[in-house]
C-alpha cells in the first residue's frame, strides 16, 4: 500500500490520519517492526519528518511464523516469548533460573537459551544482556539483539530512565500502605548484601517504593517499584520493612509454601532503541492464585 504525503508532517501523525481504526501501539509496531518505507527507505521513528511528495509504503505482514514460545526452555521449563523485533527481545524469565552464567559457566541459563532460539533464525544471532533478575526472581525481561541497542538500553538503565515495576508476596500485613524505603548496600566477598551507611564507599543507594494491594490473614501482596536496581533490593527492603518475601529465608522468611521466592517483574518501560518511542511491556503476577 503506498500512499503520497501531500503536506509536510511527522511519520506517526501521518500514520494516524491514514489509518485512523488502528491503535497507536499497532502503529508503533508497524515502525518497530520495519514495514514502513519512505521512498524506498524502511523508517523506524516515530518523529521521522515527512516532506511533500514523498512516498511513504505498508508493506504487509511477514509471512514467516514467528518461533513458537516452547522453544526457549530450560529443563521443560517454558519461557514465554513475549516480543521480539529486529533490536530487543522480551521474554518472562522463570523462577530459579539464572539470567546469566556466572564465573562457574552453567549452560542452563535464560540467555544461553535465548542466544540458542535467535540463532535458529541467524547463524550470526546473538541476544545481549540488558540487565539482570535474581535466579529466584521470576518475571519480564529485556535482552538486545543489536550492540548499538544494548548500549542504549544500559544507558538509560543508569541514568534511571527505565520504569520498572514489581509485585511481591510478603509476610504478614504492613501497617501502612505504602512508603519509600532508601537503604545503602554493600555486598561482601562471599556475595553477601547487607546495609551500611552511606559514609561506606562501597555502598550503593537502593531506593524502593511500595504500595500494599491486598491482604489476607498471613500474607499481602505489595506492588514496588524500584528508582535504583541493586542486587537483592528489593528483599533487603522488604525485610527492612519487617515483612520479608515469602520463601525468602535468607532475608528472614519464616516459611516457604510454594518452594520459591515470591518475587516477579511485572511491567518494563523504556525508551525503544530504534524509535526512541516509550514502550511498555506487561505480565500478570501470579500470587493472587498462589
Not at 178 to 200: A, C, M, R, W, Y
Not at 276 to 290: A, G, K, Y
Amino acid at each position: 500500500m503506498k500512499i503520497i504525503a501531500d503536506v509536510e508532517i511527522e511519520l506517526l501523525p501521518f500514520l494516524r490520519q491514514n489509518f485512523p481504526a488502528s491503535s497507536s501501539n499497532k502503529l508503533r509496531k508497524m515502525l518497530t517492526t520495519g514495514r514502513v518505507n519512505v521512498n524506498n527507505i524502511t523508517i523506524h521513528k516515530a518523529k521521522h519528518s515527512l516532506r511533500k511528495n514523498d512516498v511513504v509504503e505498508i508493506s504487509k505482514k511477514s509471512s514467516k511464523p514467528k518461533k513458537a514460545s516452547n522453544e526457549l526452555s530450560i529443563n521443560n521449563l517454558k519461557i514465554d516469548l513475549i516480543y521480539e523485533d529486529e533490536a530487543i527481545l522480551i521474554v518472562e524469565k522463570p523462577p530459579k533460573v539464572l539470567s546469566v552464567a556466572t564465573d562457574k559457566l552453567e549452560s542452563n541459563t535464560l540467555h544461553s537459551k535465548c542466544v540458542d532460539y535467535l540463532k535458529q533464525a541467524d547463524s550470526k544471532g546473538w541476544a545481549y544482556i540488558v540487565h539482570r533478575l535474581d535466579k529466584e526472581t521470576s518475571g519480564i525481561m529485556l535482552l538486545a539483539k543489536q550492540k548499538e541497542a544494548k548500549n542504549y538500553l544500559q544507558q538509560q538503565f543508569a541514568e534511571r530512565l527505565v520504569y520498572r515495576i514489581y509485585h511481591a508476596l510478603v509476610e504478614g500485613i504492613p501497617s501502612k500502605k505504602s512508603g519509600t524505603i532508601t537503604q545503602f548496600l554493600v555486598e561482601d566477598k562471599h556475595l553477601n548484601i547487607k546495609p551500611t551507611s552511606k559514609s561506606n564507599n562501597n555502598a550503593k543507594e537502593a531506593i524502593t517504593h511500595w504500595e500494599v494491594l491486598s491482604s489476607s490473614s498471613e500474607s499481602s501482596i505489595v506492588r514496588v517499584m524500584i528508582e535504583t536496581g541493586r542486587r537483592h533490593q528489593i528483599r533487603m527492603a522488604m525485610k527492612s520493612l519487617g515483612h520479608p518475601i515469602v520463601g525468602d529465608t535468607l532475608h528472614g522468611a519464616l516459611t516457604d509454601p510454594f518452594s520459591r521466592i515470591c518475587l516477579h517483574a511485572t511491567s518494563l518501560e523504556f525508551l525503544h532503541p530504534q524509535t526512541d518511542e516509550p514502550v511498555r511491556f506487561e505480565s500478570t503476577q501470579p500470587f493472587t492464585s498462589l
